[in-house]
């Protein structure tokens, strides 16, 4: 089956400027996360989607974080403007059910300068 | 909502040793849990899973954990240590009523020759 595919792979952007990250996430898998990663640091959720809804969205910066997977498939996250602490990089992950493991992409490694 | 630790930041070991890195975790109910290697510049890779039953899972490339209901740990294992097992390894553990992971800090292994 066809992996977690993520794009970009890398993004250098000045600060104040926009950007946006794109998921598609394996077919069938209706749980769909966003994680950010810090360099040495664990993955931190951001938001969780069942289907089309956001079913956790309580750690995303909500001041200048967006998020929307309209059709219950792929997945968009935006920031905007964009902050030197945003820095780090955005990964993307499915699953199938609770007891599924999540399968992850290769990530958007992000340099805010 | 649940939470990981992972104690140890770095684990050295040599090659043909073995390895163990170590896991706790905080959750309500009975937990799901997950072990994942990451190599650089790479997403997260699943190695192995406890959902029910034998508190011994095997996984991907001779890894192994064991649950322990009491002492809340989930360490991951294997008896002999490769080189290419340097990785980082991240513990996470998953709320089966809602599908929320939550990941640990990480620990780096570092196997040398």
């Known amino acids: 089956e066809a992996g977690v595919v993520q794009s970009p792979r890398y993004k250098i952007i000045e600060k104040k400027q926009p950007v946006a990250f794109w998921c598609n996430p394996i077919?069938?898998?209706?749980?769909l996360y966003w994680y950010r990663q810090n360099l040495g640091q664990g993955p931190e959720l951001l938001i969780r989607?069942?289907?089309?809804?956001?079913?956790?969205d309580s750690q995303l910066p909500k001041d200048r974080f967006s998020a929307e997977r309209l059709k219950g498939v792929d997945s968009t996250l935006k920031i905007q403007p964009a902050e030197l602490g945003d820095s780090a990089v955005y990964l993307c992950?499915?699953?199938?059910?609770?007891?599924?493991?999540?399968?992850f992409g290769n990530g958007t490694r992000l340099t805010v300068t | 909502a649940q939470s990981v630790a992972q104690p140890e930041d770095q684990v050295n070991v040599a090659e043909g040793n073995p390895l163990t890195v170590k896991c706790t975790y905080s959750?309500?109910?009975?937990?799901?849990l997950f072990w994942y290697v990451q190599y650089p510049n790479r997403g997260l890779q699943f190695l192995l899973k406890?959902?029910?039953?034998?508190?011994l899972v095997k996984g991907s490339y001779g890894f192994e954990a064991e649950f322990n209901k009491s002492q809340t740990s989930f360490h991951l294992k294997k008896p002999s240590a490769l080189v290419s097992d340097s990785a980082l390894y991240f513990c996470?553990?998953?709320?089966?009523?809602?599908?929320?992971?939550?990941f640990g800090a990480g620990t780096r292994l570092t196997v040398k020759p």
């Open positions: 992950a499915s699953s199938l059910e609770a007891n599924s493991p999540l399968h």
């Open positions: 077919s069938g898998h209706n749980t």
């Open positions: 989607y069942e289907n089309e809804e956001a079913v956790d």
């Open positions: 959750v309500s109910g009975n937990p799901y």
């Open positions: 406890y959902i029910t039953g034998d508190n």
């Open positions: 996470a553990v998953r709320d089966p009523r809602n599908n929320d992971m939550r």
